[in-house]
């Protein structure tokens, strides 16, 4: 059976859908605590808070018409033309289907236009996550870059682009 798969720009409708997708992943791994993306003030509004920010973008997935997934980009340190992957979920019953790649290879096309380079924070909790940025050309940094917020990342990595 072949599914319809759309890649688009985050909607205000999309916000309590992102929004549950996140915070049942990070739950899963419990990860559903201080210093992750599971009490970042914004997570409620993600469409709001990305697009008031000129270079800041965030994209869903939607497969047969349904959102099951997102990632986004956003500066992390404009001076050093730095960027940040952010936000990379998908609700359970649509991984394992190729779409995580589908999402960065969206997101770092957007990035490689505008940046530099690209950062990302994660846990060692999600293995296949960390497979997925290794694959893609991220390489492990030893400790987070100055200004991290996310306090509970245990691995950073970073990509030229």
Same mark, same amino acid.
């Given at each position: 059976?072949?599914? %319809?798969v759309?890649?688009r720009?985050?909607?205000?409708k !999309?916000?309590?859908?992102?929004?549950?997708?996140?915070?049942? %992943?990070?739950?899963?791994?419990?990860? !559903?605590?201080?210093?992750?993306?599971?009490?970042d003030p914004?997570?409620a509004?993600l469409?709001t808070?990305?697009?008031?920010?000129?270079?800041?973008k965030?994209w869903?997935?939607?497969v047969?018409g349904?959102?099951?997934?997102?990632?986004?980009i956003g500066v992390?340190?404009?001076?050093?033309?730095i960027?940040?992957?952010?936000?990379l979920?998908l609700a359970?019953?649509?991984?394992?289907?190729?779409?995580s790649r589908?999402?960065?290879k969206?997101?770092?096309?957007?990035? %490689?236009m505008?940046?530099?380079?690209?950062y990302l924070?994660t846990?060692?909790e999600l293995?296949?996550?960390?497979?997925l940025y290794?694959k893609?050309?991220?390489?492990?940094?030893e400790?987070?870059?100055e200004? %991290?917020e996310?306090t509970a990342?245990?691995?950073?990595?970073?990509?030229?682009?």
């Open positions: 059976m072949n599914k %319809s759309v890649i720009e985050i909607e205000a !999309d916000d309590k859908v992102i929004e549950a997708i996140i915070k049942r %992943s990070l739950e899963k791994h419990h990860l !559903d605590h201080e210093g992750t993306a599971y009490t914004q997570l509004h469409s808070y990305y697009n008031e920010r000129p270079k800041d965030y869903v997935i939607e047969d349904e959102v099951a997934g997102g990632i986004g992390y340190d404009a001076k050093r033309s960027c940040e992957l952010q936000k979920y359970q019953k649509a991984q394992g289907r190729g779409l589908e999402l960065m969206t997101a770092l096309s957007y990035a %490689s505008h940046f530099k380079q690209c924070e846990r060692h293995e296949t996550a960390g497979r290794e893609y050309g991220f390489r492990l940094l400790k987070p870059l200004g %991290s996310h990342m245990d691995l950073w990595y970073i990509k030229e682009l």
